[in-house]
C-alpha cells in the first residue's frame, strides 16, 4: 500500500488558534481520505479528496490536495475544545484497506 | 447511514483464553472487511482482510494461525484471538468499506479493547 508520512505528529494550541496537519506521500496519490478520532474512539470519516487541487471546506474544516496528488493538508481555523482528537490521513483505493499515517494528535487548551 | 457493529466492545481475560470478536454491517452487505489493530498513542495497522467466502489475507508479520478470521456471510466477519497473551492486549477494531461504489468512505465499527492479564 501506499505510505504517507505526518506532521506534526503533536500540536498543542490555545483555543482560537488556528491548526494545520500536512499528510505528505512520495508517489501519486488516486485519492486520500482523512478521518478523525477521538480518545477512546474509532475514526470517523471526514472527507475524501479526489482531484489533483481540490480544495473542500467544512464549516471550521479547510481540506486541499495538492496539485500533484502527492501532499494533502487539514486546517482548522479558530480551535475549539471539540476539536481534540487524532487527525489521520489515508490513502484510499477501490475496495482495498486504508492504510493510514500516524496521525497528528491535538489538544487544545481553553 | 451505513453502520457497523462490533461486539463485544471490552475484554478483560487471563492469559491462554481465546477471545471472539465479531463485526457485522447492519445495513449493508460487505463482501469485504479489514481488521485493524492499534496499540496506545499509535496509528492503526492493519493486520488482514477479511473476504467472504474465501481465505481471509493477512498483512505481514501477523499469524494466521493466531488471528483467526471467518467471513460467514456477507454481514458478518470474525476475529478470534487465541490463546492470548498480554502482548495481544490492544485496541482492536474492523472496518467495511460502503458499498455505494468505488473509493466510498469506510465504516469502521466502534472498536474491542482487549486486556489480557
Known amino acids: 500500500g501506499q505510505q504517507v508520512m505526518q506532521i506534526p505528529q503533536y500540536q498543542h494550541v490555545q483555543e482560537g488558534e488556528d491548526f494545520t496537519t500536512y499528510c505528505n506521500s512520495s508517489?501519486?496519490?488516486?485519492?486520500i481520505q482523512w478521518y478523525k478520532q477521538r480518545p477512546g474512539g474509532h475514526p470517523v470519516f471526514l472527507i475524501q479528496?479526489?482531484?489533483?487541487?481540490e480544495v473542500k471546506k467544512q464549516k471550521r474544516l479547510t481540506f486541499q490536495f495538492g496539485e500533484a496528488k502527492k501532499n494533502s493538508s487539514l486546517h482548522i481555523t479558530a480551535t475549539q475544545t471539540t476539536d481534540v482528537g487524532t487527525y489521520f490521513c489515508?490513502?484510499?483505493?477501490?475496495?482495498?484497506?486504508?492504510?493510514f499515517g500516524k496521525g497528528t494528535t491535538l489538544s487544545v487548551s481553553s | 447511514g451505513a453502520v457497523v457493529s462490533q461486539h463485544p466492545s471490552r475484554v478483560i481475560c487471563k492469559s491462554g483464553t481465546s477471545v471472539k470478536i465479531e463485526c457485522r454491517s447492519l445495513?449493508?452487505?460487505?463482501?469485504?472487511m479489514f481488521w485493524y489493530r492499534q496499540f496506545p498513542k499509535q496509528s492503526l495497522m492493519l493486520m488482514a482482510t477479511?473476504?467472504?467466502?474465501?481465505?481471509?489475507?493477512?498483512e505481514q508479520g501477523v499469524e494466521k494461525d493466531k488471528f483467526l478470521i471467518n467471513h460467514a456471510s456477507l454481514t458478518l466477519s470474525t476475529l478470534t484471538v487465541t490463546s492470548a497473551h498480554p502482548e495481544d492486549s490492544s485496541f482492536y477494531i474492523c472496518?467495511?468499506?460502503?458499498?455505494?461504489?468505488?473509493?466510498?468512505?469506510?465504516?469502521f465499527g466502534d472498536g474491542t479493547r482487549l486486556s489480557i492479564l
Open positions: 445495513d449493508f452487505q460487505a463482501t469485504t
Open positions: 508517489t501519486t496519490l488516486s485519492n
Open positions: 479528496l479526489v482531484k489533483s487541487g
Open positions: 472496518s467495511a468499506p460502503d458499498s455505494g461504489g468505488s473509493n466510498q468512505p469506510q465504516h
Open positions: 489515508a490513502p484510499s483505493e477501490a475496495g482495498t484497506a486504508l492504510i
Open positions: 477479511s473476504n467472504e467466502g474465501s481465505k481471509a489475507t493477512y
